[in-house]
């Protein structure tokens, strides 16, 4: 069974940088798309970057080239380099795997079966 497990977050002052990692298990890393979503209290779980085995990358209009992601296949692992932090940024952010996403659907959370356990991001000074 898949199995994704975070680790990084924290809390960052503003302007501060910040890098999330998730490693997979129990599948063949290469077959997934893996994407970052975040949530923030009272909100929907917003899309925040995805990419695959190509390296074909997307990301939200709010990262605005702060953000980057990244993948290594000797690892299993899909890291999420955050820059530039603001006081918007402060959530909940999710690592995401699915092996069939499809390239319309990449930006919805209903397109990924596998999540990791959600890690706390808080800018704040």
């Known amino acids: 069974q898949v199995q994704l497990v975070q680790s990084g977050g924290g809390l960052v002052q503003p302007g501060g940088s910040l890098r999330l990692s998730c490693e997979l298990s129990?599948?063949?890393?290469?077959?997934?798309?893996t994407a970052w979503f975040r949530q923030a209290p009272g909100k929907e779980r917003e899309f925040v970057a995805v990419t695959n085995r190509y390296r074909r990358e997307a990301y939200a209009d709010f990262v605005q080239g702060r953000f980057t992601i990244s993948r290594d296949s000797t690892k299993s692992a899909v890291y999420l380099q955050m820059n530039s932090l603001k006081s918007e940024d402060t959530a909940v952010y999710y690592c995401a795997a699915d092996s069939n996403v499809i390239l319309y659907s990449r930006r919805m959370p209903a397109a990924y079966d596998y999540w990791g356990q959600g890690i706390q991001v808080t800018v704040s000074s």
């Open positions: 129990g599948g063949t890393f290469n077959s997934y798309t």
